[in-house]
């Protein structure tokens, strides 16, 4: 089998996305050498971190702007740290209860384009959503998951030497507040909705991964 998923815990934002680049030129390089490598999923959430991405121009909220926030370096809102990442895609938040699937696909080697690799990503968060009694949607030129209109899952992804990393994120069980201080995924009037609201059935987060996985092995092994 050439897919291998790791279960990462809470990591620190900005260690994880130097991970991700060593990883895709560790990889580039055995492909040169002998023509194989192995995908990967890194399957964790994250410590609080608001990510920009690089089609971001300003989607910070400006009410953010008050006196007791002006003591604070320009990189943070109230206290969350604001980092410049390498994906597609504006400003989300990651936080705890946050489920997070990072993808490091081989495109070259399966024959796949980003928008295969998109739709793919997002038949599994369907699947995953539906096997726990939520009905997600599509929204045509607004990648990611809903649940009537809310944003339940987002999708951001780099594709460097023909291999992808970064991926996706499910709400889960969360914080949601802090998506209030910006325009997620630069989607104006948008909503955040997160799994716990929309199910009656108890949320464990480890149950919930180990089911995800099962889904990524379904698809991409």
Same mark, same amino acid.
């Given at each position: ?130 096997? =726990?009694?939520?009905?997600? !949607? &599509? /929204? #045509?030129?607004?990648?990611? @998951? ?59 987060? =480890?149950?919930?991964?180990? !089911? &995800? /996985? #099962?889904?990524?092995?379904? @698809?991409?092994?």
């Amino acid at each position: 089998m050439n897919l291998k998923i790791k279960h990462l815990g809470i990591r620190d934002y900005s260690k994880t996305l130097t991970q991700m680049k060593n990883w895709v030129d560790a990889q580039d390089k055995k492909g040169q050498q002998n023509n194989q490598n192995q995908d990967e999923i890194w399957m964790l959430q994250h410590c609080s971190v608001y990510t920009k991405g690089q089609s971001e121009s300003s989607t910070l909220d400006s009410s953010i702007n008050t006196e007791a926030n002006r003591t604070l370096p320009t990189s943070y809102i109230r206290g969350i740290p604001i980092i410049q990442s390498d994906r597609g895609g504006k400003t989300t938040y990651h936080g705890p209860g946050q489920l997070i699937a990072y993808m490091m696909i081989n495109l070259n080697r399966k024959g796949w384009g980003p928008q295969k690799l998109v739709q793919l990503t997002e038949s599994i968060v369907l699947a995953f959503l539906q096997e =726990n009694g939520i009905l997600g !949607q &599509l /929204k #045509e030129g607004a990648p990611g @998951v809903y649940v009537m209109n809310k944003k339940i899952a987002s999708l951001g992804f780099r594709i460097r030497k023909g291999i992808s990393y970064h991926g996706l994120s499910i709400n889960v069980d969360m914080d949601m507040r802090p998506f209030n201080n910006i325009t997620p995924c630069g989607q104006s009037g948008i909503q955040m909705t997160q799994m716990k609201d929309e199910t009656h059935d108890p949320i464990e987060l =480890n149950r919930l991964e180990c !089911q &995800l /996985k #099962e889904h990524f092995m379904a @698809v991409l092994s």
